[in-house]
């Protein structure tokens, strides 16, 4: 999830304040799947996918970009990466009802992508959701455990979202009625602005925030808001599954909080990694670390598998 909450001011991210972030540089080239409610646009790196195929998921007001610091290296070592706006999001258009964003269609929007990905390169295919993408692709490998290699949940949760964030998303539907979109962007860069990782984010990449919340789906953040305050646990489901699961984070997420993660990790008798100098963004915050942990695990479930 891509909203302001209380960050430690004390962490220092891993990348420098000038770092263009979700504007990182890669070879990646847009790509459209057919979801169930309309087009979902992706970024796709290609190539023959020498050790796999990746999917990847955003959060809440997120975006495919949010991975973009991954995508250069994943594929040099041999990954073909494919990251996905969901409906609603960003560059994917979205229905307007907020009924239509629910975990089990968001899902099932997953699946679609995930089917084309193994039709054209086969196993493995390594899913991961960051944040209420998390929870969506949950959903997905609930629904179909035996299309997967691996699952990671990158800063996600077990349940619904508690908290401060909660707390946020409860203003939102009195916001959408009173301005909608814009307001809520007005109102959050307020709040965005009292926090100075947020004001040493470039220009450019303060833009493309911009760009980005003002072009997502006024049903899709009704929708998705209540999905992800609403969401049960579905843990012990997703441990029965025995596909090979990573719950990773950043070691101040002030989301679902680092403490609520690992006892996730320990219920699921998963590998778990904290990952150091991030918040809630490990991929933006610090990519290098985050794809270290992420080529280690990729690398033991498919051996395993």
């Not at 057919?34 to 998921?57: C, N, Q």
């Not at 041999?78 to 960003?90: S, T």
């Not at 997905?140 to 401060?164: D, I, Q």
Request: no cysteine.
């Amino acid at each position: 999830m891509v909203l302001p909450g209380g960050p430690d001011y004390t962490v220092p991210l891993a990348i420098a304040p000038d770092d263009l972030r979700q504007l990182a540089d890669h070879d990646a080239e847009h790509r459209t799947f057919s979801g169930r409610a309309g087009p979902l646009i992706g970024l796709d790196t290609g190539g023959e996918a020498v050790r796999g195929t990746v999917l990847m998921v955003a959060g809440y007001t997120g975006s495919k970009e949010d991975f973009a610091p991954l995508l250069a290296p994943l594929a040099e070592a041999g990954y073909r990466v494919v990251a996905i706006d969901q409906r609603g999001q960003y560059e994917s258009p979205g229905p307007d009802d907020p009924a239509a964003y629910s975990v089990t269609e968001l899902g099932a929007d997953v699946l679609e992508v995930a089917r084309v990905l193994r039709e054209e390169t086969g196993d493995p295919l390594h899913l991961l959701g960051h944040s209420f993408g998390g929870l969506v692709t949950r959903a997905s490998v609930l629904a179909e455990p035996g299309w997967f290699t691996s699952f990671t949940l990158l800063g996600s949760g077990p349940a619904h979202l508690t908290g401060r964030r909660a707390d946020l998303l409860d203003h939102l539907g009195p916001l959408l009625d009173a301005g909608g979109v814009h307001l809520v962007h007005e109102t959050l860069e307020q709040v965005a602005m009292t926090d100075p990782k947020a004001q040493a984010v470039p220009a450019p990449t303060r833009e493309f925030y911009t760009r980005r919340f003002l072009a997502n789906s006024e049903a899709g953040l009704r929708g998705m808001a209540e999905a992800m305050l609403t969401e049960p646990d579905r843990v012990a489901e997703l441990a029965a599954t025995g596909v090979p699961v990573l719950v990773a984070h950043g070691e101040a997420d002030d989301a679902w909080l680092p403490h609520v993660q690992a006892d996730m990790a320990e219920r699921l008798g998963a590998r778990h990694e904290v990952i150091n100098n991030s918040i809630h963004s490990p991929a933006v915050e610090n990519p290098s670390r985050t794809l270290e942990v992420l080529l280690d695990f990729w690398a033991g479930a498919s051996a395993r598998s």
